[in-house]
């Protein structure tokens, strides 16, 4: 990522979508990060969870793509959890904070092993936080 840290379009775009932190659980160790970009009035907005060992900002050329077409976009940087159960826990408790209405999960996420780190979630469906 040295190379990408150096580029104008990496650049601009941590000069102008800031990186946030939202505590949500009781532990004030938990952060999550986001950037958020897009027109605030979209309530369904896109939602990118990074790999395992990635950062939210490895979204970025998606966001200013996306964000360009008109569309908001959310990446995530999640802390640490100890189990699904905790992390989706978390992960509903930070969207109850967003509010946010709709979100739709890609399930084909479970057909396709070998295309994980495309994993996102796509609005659309209700959420009942």
């Known amino acids: 990522m040295g190379e990408i840290k150096v580029s104008p379009d ?3 775009f941590r000069g ?3 990186l946030k932190k939202i505590i949500v659980d009781d532990d004030d160790s938990k952060i999550w990060s986001l950037y958020d970009a897009g027109p605030r009035s979209i309530r369904c907005p896109l939602i990118f969870l990074p790999p395992v060992s990635g950062t939210a900002d490895v979204f970025f050329r998606q966001i200013l793509a996306l964000t ?3 569309y908001r976009v ?5 802390p640490v959890y100890w189990d699904h159960l905790e992390f989706c826990d978390g992960f ?6 967003l509010q946010l209405d709709k979100l739709l999960a890609d399930a084909c996420i479970y057909a396709q092993k070998n295309s994980s780190w495309k994993f ?3 609005p ?6």
Request: proline share 7%.
């Open 68 to 70: 360009g077409w008109g």
């Open 124 to 129: 659309g469906g209700p959420y009942d936080g």
């Open 92 to 97: 509903r408790k930070l969207l109850d904070h």
């Open 10 to 12: 990496y650049n601009w």
């Open 74 to 78: 959310i990446a995530l940087q999640y």
């Open 120 to 122: 996102f979630i796509w």
């Open 16 to 18: 102008t979508v800031p």
